[in-house]
Nanobody, 120 residues
Framework: QVQLVESGGGLVQPGGSLRLSCAAS????????MAWYRQAPGKQRELVAT???????NYADSVQGRFTASRDNAKNTVELQMNSLKPEDTAVYYC??????????????WGQGTQVTVSS
């Protein structure tokens, strides 16, 4: 069984930094694209960054230049370094991955979410 587990959320002051991590585990054969999403209260879930297995990472305009996403294919992990945080970055952040498990088709998996709160 495949699962994604996130860590690293918390409370930070405006202008501060946080680093989120997400680890995929289980009967994994291959991981395609990975991504970070976020959902603020009363809003739809939005894409923050996509991290393809090969190629360039893409960011939402709202986080471009402040957030940096990276992945380690050997460890099946993805991280999100968030700098210059703003109150509007407050949301639950979710890790997403398209994964092929042994003996299965490609499926989309989500982490449980981790709360990021930016407030003074």
């Amino acid at each position: 069984q495949v699962q994604l587990v996130e860590s690293g959320g918390g409370l930070v002051q405006p202008g501060g930094s946080l680093r989120l991590s997400c680890a995929a585990s289980g009967n994994i054969f291959f991981i395609n694209d990975m991504a970070w999403y976020r959902q603020a209260p009363g809003k739809q879930r939005e894409l923050v960054a996509t991290i393809p297995r090969g190629g360039s990472t893409n960011y939402a305009d709202s986080v471009q230049g402040r957030f940096t996403a990276s992945r380690d294919n050997a460890k099946n992990t993805v991280e999100l370094q968030m700098n210059s945080l703003k109150p509007e970055d407050t949301a639950v952040y979710y890790c997403h991955a398209n994964i092929m498990a042994f003996g299965d088709l490609n499926k989309d998996y989500w982490g449980q979410g981790t709360q990021v709160t930016v407030s003074s």
